[in-house]
């Protein structure tokens, strides 16, 4: 069983930023969260291409970047050089998902489909061969801090049977809202890869991974 943590680093000092991805280099986090922006797929903005290469040069933890943007095809290239190694995009942004999963693949990163709190996961059925990754919003997307939504435990349970009846290799991943209360029944549902953002950076980061790591 994977049981992957990955920091949300959008709830991090960016006063700091060098510190505390040194910090998560020594920590058992084995990924790192990177949650894009635009303003337009949700109301707020965060940051882009210069802070992602940035952070490249500072790990080599796998960086797994969240794209809440519209239209996310027309930057995978860009985020795919800037260090990407897994770039997710929202089902609800795109029109042509097949095609831009495979162009994310096209680009030698591991490709990954998202979907928001009130999309199906229906929605994403067809496209679970091309995807090496399912991210399950368990907020709405947008903002760091918010509370889980409990319905999502039911689209990660029903994702992880539809997974293993196809027989496929696509890791489930849970983002909002994740902490050591709840982290056990989000993994015990069939996630492989936790985001946590308030939870690892509200105090210090290394031990309260730890508490999620053994919740
Ligand atoms: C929300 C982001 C999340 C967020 C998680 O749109 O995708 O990654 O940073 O933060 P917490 O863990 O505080 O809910
Ligand atoms: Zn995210």
């Known amino acids: ?9 959008l709830s991090a000092d960016f006063g700091h930023l060098y510190d505390t991805v040194q910090t998560l280099n020594a920590s058992r986090a084995e990924w790192i ?3 894009v922006m635009d ?9 882009g291409f210069p802070v992602l290469k940035a952070v490249r040069k500072a790990t080599d933890k796998l960086l797994d970047v969240h ?6 095809h027309r930057y995978v290239s860009r985020f795919a050089e800037a260090g990407a190694d897994l770039i997710t995009v929202h089902a609800e942004a ?14 030698g990163v591991r490709a990954g489909v998202s979907i928001s709190p009130a999309t199906p996961v229906e929605t994403i059925e067809q496209v679970l061969p091309l995807a090496d990754l399912v991210l399950v919003m368990s907020v709405e997307p947008g903002f760091g801090g918010q509370s889980f939504i ?13 997974i293993d009846s196809l027989g496929l290799k696509c890791l489930i991943e849970t983002d909002g809202g994740i902490s050591a209360a709840n982290i ?31 919740a």
């Open 1 to 9: 069983m994977t049981r992957i943590i990955s920091p949300s680093i």
């Open 33 to 35: 969260h990177f949650d």
């Open 39 to 47: 303003g337009v797929f949700v109301p707020n903005i965060s940051f």
């Open 67 to 72: 794209l809440m943007i519209v239209e996310p």
């Open 94 to 107: 795109e029109k042509e998902l097949a095609a831009t999963l495979r162009l994310i693949r096209s680009c």
């Open 150 to 162: 409990p319905g999502s435990l039911d689209k990660i349970r029903r994702l992880r049977r539809q």
């Open 184 to 214: 056990r029944e989000v993994f015990d549902a069939g996630c492989d890869v936790a985001v946590a953002g308030s939870a690892v950076f509200s105090a210090d980061p290394i031990s309260e991974i730890e508490k999620l790591l053994n």
